[in-house]
């Protein structure tokens, strides 16, 4: 399975990103997964509704098993990590890294 790992954070403060990005990557890690990427949409970026249309285009190009990995820490999820297959496209606004 190929994982990629999106996630969109407004704060100048990384700290609750870096435990995103760490949790989804230990979760990836602990079923095997390849990471093939990762995306951030951050700042005023992360606020709107689009999605990364090179994340979408790259998760199209692979050619086994893909997964989308999304963490989410709120009040009405907490530790929530969500799998998606499918990422319909939307406007660009993204760092890849």
């Known amino acids: 399975m190929c994982a990629f790992i999106y996630d969109r954070h407004a704060p100048t403060s990384t700290v609750i990103l870096d435990i995103r990005l760490n949790r989804c990557r230990a979760y990836a890690q602990s079923r095997s997964w390849e990471i093939a ?3 951030l949409d ?14 979408c285009a790259a998760m199209r190009l692979e050619t086994g098993p893909v997964v989308c990995l999304v963490h989410g ?13 499918h990422a319909p496209p939307r406007q ?5 890294l």
Do not use: E
């Open 37 to 39: 990427g990762t995306w």
């Open 42 to 55: 951050l700042g005023n970026c992360a606020l709107g509704h689009h999605r990364p249309d090179d994340l």
């Open 73 to 85: 820490l709120g009040p009405s999820r907490p530790g929530r990590l969500a799998q998606r297959r």
């Open 92 to 96: 660009p606004c993204r760092r890849a």
